[in-house]
């Protein structure tokens, strides 16, 4: 986890602060909003930013999210199809 962390704590140091606050605000929008075509746009965000890790690490934190997520009661399965 540490591993996974410095590798998104370089990617994040090199990033456009504005860009990523755009990106995050963007996603979380198009989560709430549970259109299937906002959803794809970000799942291809995403899978564009998981290019920059390890496959193996990849797997680990998308594992790690969707506990998290189930955990906090998420059922909506678009959301969770996203980590898996």
Known sequence: ME????????ALSVTDPAKLEG?????LRSLESGDPKQLAGVL???RQFEGAFAATDVAYVRA?????????GVTDRAVLALFR
């Open 23 to 27: 990106f995050i605000l963007q996603g």
């Open 64 to 72: 790690a999210s969707l506990e998290l997520l189930q955990a906090a």
């Open 3 to 10: 591993r996974v962390a410095g590798v998104a704590a370089n």
């Open 44 to 46: 291809a965000a995403l």
